[in-house]
């Protein structure tokens, strides 16, 4: 079946320096792509988003870029801070009707001091 | 405005057991889903309702059970609890108009 995986399943950074999390996707119909940050014991928290008809979404310290012709999706996240710790997985809809999300298996960062 | 509420937060069954476990939101969404999450893994749906009385199956649907009471609750039972069902459970709500799924803080569930 399709699926949505990540390169790197730990990614550590230090403190202020840009962080790029990686995410291979497999179906070529998905229209829509989310980035969800879970810290440890809460449930996932949007974080950005992009259509497929877009290449790159910026949000306040956070841009998305959607490669299609490669199935890649990679979430940038400038100047990292201790705040940024998570896990951050990557969600696809893969359209029709219910707008059922597909997750990849999460990447951890973590952000040293 | 509360956002997406789960109960219990943590439980534990012996296999054989059942339970039901609580999702309520107060967003006015029309969307609502159940998903399973076990270590190293992404969260799978199990089930969805696109909208107040109706629901489907999602990708690990086998020995569960979902209600969506009304507009505002999705309930999620387990008839007979099994040890492969040991997992954390998520709630989520959507508007109908946004792709964007809202999550509630988890259900901790071990079956022994």
């Known amino acids: 079946g399709e699926s949505v995986g990540l390169h790197l399943p730990t990614l550590s950074v230090q403190e202020g320096d840009n962080s790029i999390i990686n995410c291979a996707y497999s179906?070529?119909?998905?229209?829509?792509f989310i980035w969800y940050k879970q810290e440890s014991g809460k449930g996932p928290q949007f974080i950005i988003d992009?259509?497929?008809?877009?290449d790159k979404r910026q949000g306040q310290r956070v841009t998305v870029l959607l490669n299609k012709t490669v199935k890649h999706l990679s979430l940038q996240i400038a100047a990292t801070q201790p705040g940024d710790s998570a896990v951050y997985f990557c969600?696809?809809?893969?359209?029709?009707?219910?707008?059922?999300?597909?997750f990849g298996t999460g990447t951890q960062l973590k952000v040293e001091l | 405005n509360a956002g997406v509420t789960q109960t219990p937060k943590f439980q534990v069954l012996k296999t054989g057991q059942s339970m039901t476990l609580q999702c309520a939101q107060d967003?006015?969404?029309?969307?609502m889903y159940w998903y399973r999450q076990d270590p190293g893994m992404g969260l799978r749906l199990i089930y969805y309702?696109?909208?107040?009385?109706?629901?489907d199956k999602g990708e690990v649907p086998n020995g569960y059970n979902v209600s969506r009471l009304n507009k505002r609750e999705f309930s999620l039972r387990l008839e007979s609890a099994a040890p492969s069902q040991t997992s954390v459970y998520f709630c989520?709500?959507?508007?109908?108009?946004?792709?964007?799924?809202?999550f509630g803080p988890g259900t901790r569930l071990t079956v022994t």
């Open positions: 309702s696109a909208s107040e009385g109706t629901t």
């Open positions: 967003m006015n969404h029309n969307s």
């Open positions: 969600a696809e809809n893969l359209g029709g009707g219910g707008n059922k999300l597909t």
């Open positions: 989520a709500s959507r508007y109908g108009h946004s792709y964007e799924q809202y």
């Open positions: 992009i259509r497929s008809n877009m």
């Open positions: 179906n070529s119909a998905s229209d829509y």
